[in-house]
């Protein structure tokens, strides 16, 4: 589970670094100079570049290797058997130098001055606020320069990833860094692995407690020609674990955003069925699950056309 009190995966330290530049790669040797390549072209040099192996098969570590040897940066190289990115983020969080922890995905490149743009923007946060701060997160464009999703309503805003989503409505790639130290807080437990959790499970945890400043500069380039490093041809149960977790939150923890975004919130509740059912959830279990009054007739509502869609993954990918 994914709490606000969990024990931090280690007690926080002396960073050495402004910045862990983390990367997990799963079989992605032939995408990852492009990650190189930008850190090496950084105008900001306080970094380190942290990169956690999860389980590959292509002699991704030769070739960290070599770059290692040509000595350009702090080079950091963790093989772990292949568990998920989010164990894979929990292993760079626990073993991050950096104050400033920042995921740079490993088919994924950044503008040079990207370091130097964010920490002139994290620096700009007043002093007297800056403890209610965990972030600064920006836009990404793609490879043809054009920005990614929707901007932000203010340059800069400050708020946080919740009201960003419902109440402002902001869709498309973003990316940017969190303290090292907020992200020890909100640890996800290794008992899930070998599927996916997605990471909006731990950004909203993080919103409820810290603000985020947003800025309308585009500082990383989202590349589209690598299939996802998650198999999306696998069923819909592979993943159902994790997923029924993120929308069962979504209807337990922040159903104060329900007036802003109705329509979002019952997608939720569809999905939280459609995957209850895939881990074999009667209806009595899936009820007793959630807490909120908006979330139980929400999933009332919601409950035919979850096992509706939950019939209709099992008959598409009933080969899979």
Known sequence: MLTEDSKPLQNPQTYQYVFTVFTATYNRRHTLPRVYDSLKAQTYRDFEWLIVDDGSTDNTGELVEQWQQENLFPIRYIYQENAHLHIAFNRGVGEARGELFIKLDSD????PQALERLKYHWDAIPLDRKEKFSAVTCLCKDTN?????????FNPTDSDSLEIRYRFKVK???????????????????????????ESVRWNKIAKMYKTRFVNEALRTYW??????????????KDAIGAQLNHLDILNDYTEWFRFDPLSFLRSAVHYSRFSFHLGNKISQQIANIKTPIGTILWLIALPFGYLVYLKDNYTNKNV
């Open 108 to 111: 994924d490149s950044c503008e």
């Open 145 to 153: 320069g054009k920005i990614v999703g929707d901007l932000f309503p």
């Open 172 to 198: 498309g790639e973003k990316w940017g860094f969190h303290r090292t130290e907020t992200l020890h807080k909100f640890v996800c437990g290794s008992e899930i692995i070998r599927t996916n959790l997605p």
């Open 224 to 237: 589209t020609d690598q299939p996802s490093i998650m198999n999306n041809s696998q069923h819909p149960r």
